[in-house]
């Protein structure tokens, strides 16, 4: 056997070549997800939603038990996408239109896969940009959740032509018309006791800004075992001998699942994500960084589900420095510290 | 919204002033406990105790099925009162009457609340002592678990007046015909070789120690794992910002839990904890420290249940050093190195 | 109560003279395993087969549901082994004969017991090579498991008389006719896209090399996790104190799995482990080494199964170096690096 043909048998990745509108990739590696998952992300993530942690809670509102917490379906579906999408990324530029349209219960098993929406190879001809929209599926093929992104990719070949550059159009906030709320869902039983705290939709005010108090010191350890759960393989998140300086690049799903958790300390009520309008991944988060959150209030809509509101919020993960400061400068750019800026619907209770 | 319109959504927890006698706190975010759980105290603590890690073991026992480790309970049970009794806390002063009242099985909710009765303010005027007992029930309202704990907190205002001062009368030691024996628990049929250990409940005399042996050297990551699973986020545990030396502070509870562990090197017939009499978190544990456990067997019972003998322990766990120690020296204190005193009884086959 | 029967009540593990020859020991602490160890698994190797990853994979390769992964087995049933076989021991010399008997099931409870089938005295009188063959079987009594390994251990008393030297006969390689394929298993449905790969086992060829280009650097955290999930608790694996200069050995099991869930880059269709020849932990590896992974081809064979063919691999682990080098040197010796060298057979679609 020669170099090429082992070369052969381990995956190279899609290089910015290899994508073509309308093509669809089915992402490897079916997934059962248990009460285990559920465990693993409460000892991760310092989770406190009742509505994740008990079902006798998820029952009093209309459920039949308590699904896997939102962001758990998020990352298993993101995570199979990775060895087909962005294992040559430079970087990850942006979600859209993300939404969550079924629960997922302990038991289910979630396959993805994407089509390529959108391309456009960057003047430098060393790169471009593929927008993908990834549908995940329940073992019934019913939908769970369905997401844009777009990463920017390595060409193999500089000298490959260019494709035809197209732009898919993205709403930059999923409309309230649009989200999924799950059937049965009702908070007319909303136990506030319970729950943690007594604010209630209507005690939010647009404009509003939430500073969250609690800060969590990341771990090597930690953020691994996090991202391997989601079996996002990504070398940056586990060899310390890639990135050249010895750091290992968090992934950044990571910050999400922290810094939601941390926002319970106020949005105690912001119960179930439902869509994700927007997302950034402003900086890197390291071992060691201090991760504290922030959140403001942008939109509120009511919701034909009994007792449920809708309301927008801006969750912002910084690092090492709380103290409240504005997400960015005079300059537009982000403020220094700065490592999460993500703009998503939640349900609460009326 | 003003600085003050945002502070009040997130929760700033008790003060001195906040508790009365009679004053009933329903803890949030009841939890649902799972296999989950299980896998993770494993991982967690060198567990090894049959009766928690077998099904057939435990129904060999008169049980239904394996249930979750008594200090699983615990944890989860403790971490809800965490945000309404003690974030405010200057030090956690003791523990006395907890009582396991009904084995929590895989699936079981927790959910507990507290009795505020005791209240004494210190004569400095900044702080004072609040007893509470809190009463962990199950998804049916069954009771699994009770105790009385106090707390230094601080007062919010040191202006506020002292309240009366009310000291409850507790037990120094749970009496035995008080310990609630799981409803058909027998020892008769007990399998020495599956357990471990050849030494029964008359095997052990009053006034014996045991020096467990083996040594763990604890990490940042596992103790936060641990910490969270138990849905405890306060904030020393895991902000390395908080304490002004980068160190956090490794939840008190960590430590029994990885002490209990240990001590199955001597005592692993004393397979379940069924009352904690008084405990003591005598030195502050880090990461990097070894911690290293001996017991004193304090006393011996009958109990009415077939085949199963009471023992009362005192388990200690030390760091760093091993050599067998007295626990207090010629001045009365705890020696160097300490970091628990625990005081409780155990069911072990006669 | 003297130190002496205090010492006699913790577990000092047998010496080489406790040994002799169709002695049966009846391991501790049967375990039940469920979704918990599934899920921890995940989260600890980079494990991405789609076999041990979905029901519904498992079940259209005519499995009732997917089994715990292959290794979580050796792991459990190995670590029952460690008080009474290893405690003493100054080497883990090597394994042989090891077949997977039956899938291992969320639910099952496995128990373990080994037969001493071999034993020599070192010439240096001091130790000698205790040769067990271990069975672990599911609470039906059904086996799961079988190997024989041989390590060297101490004697508690140098002067103790020399048995007599028994040698097992062991086979080098399990003969494919022995290989125990899961009732009822078919890969005629094989998904290839939902595994990962296209390659078949026609794909693969006698001596083709893949190098599986994926790294891992590993955590103290991380290791001591999985050592202790599999209730493995030999000291020196969690006590920084015992090998004197603050180090603590990973168990090789770690690196075992490791490699394997590495090497699904390259052989992501090897879905299922059903023997090890030969094993040898040929370094220590230690918190902080970067592990890579490549395979060699060793041997092919048909198997009565439909659709399954059998592979026999080499799969090494090295540290912090990937470039690729040959396995030993010209002396004969492991190549500087080399951690682990493993022999096993596994199934593939054909």
Known sequence: M?????????N???????????????HATPRTVTEGERAMYTALYPARFALWSSD???RASGLPRSPMEDLVAFHIAFGKTVPDVSLNAVANLGYAELKWLAPVYPGDT??????????KQNSNGKTGVVYVRSTAVNQSGTPVLSWVRWVMVKKRNVDAPAPETVLPELAKVVPVEDLVIPEGLTFEN???????EPHRWGDYEVGERIDHVDGVTVEEAEHM???????NTAKVHFNAQVRGDGTRLIYGGHVISMARALSFNGLANAQMMVAINAGSHVAPCLSGDT?????EVLEKADTPAPGVGAI?????AVKDDPTPKPLRGEDGKYTPGVLLDLDFWALMPK
Chains 1, 2, 3 share one sequence.
């Open 56 to 58: 006798e809670f998820a």
């Open 110 to 119: 979630i396959s993805t896969s994407s089509e390529v929406i959108g391309l």
């Open 2 to 10: 020669t170099q090429d043909s082992k070369a052969a048998k381990t």
């Open 225 to 231: 075992l996090a991202t391997r759960l989601w079996q």
């Open 12 to 26: 190279p990745g899609n290089f910015f070549e290899d994508f073509a509108i309308g093509q669809v990739l089915t």
């Open 190 to 196: 909303y136990d506030f006791a319970a729950a943690g």
């Open 291 to 295: 991760i504290y959150a922030w959140s």
């Open 312 to 316: 927008r919020l801006r969750l912002v």
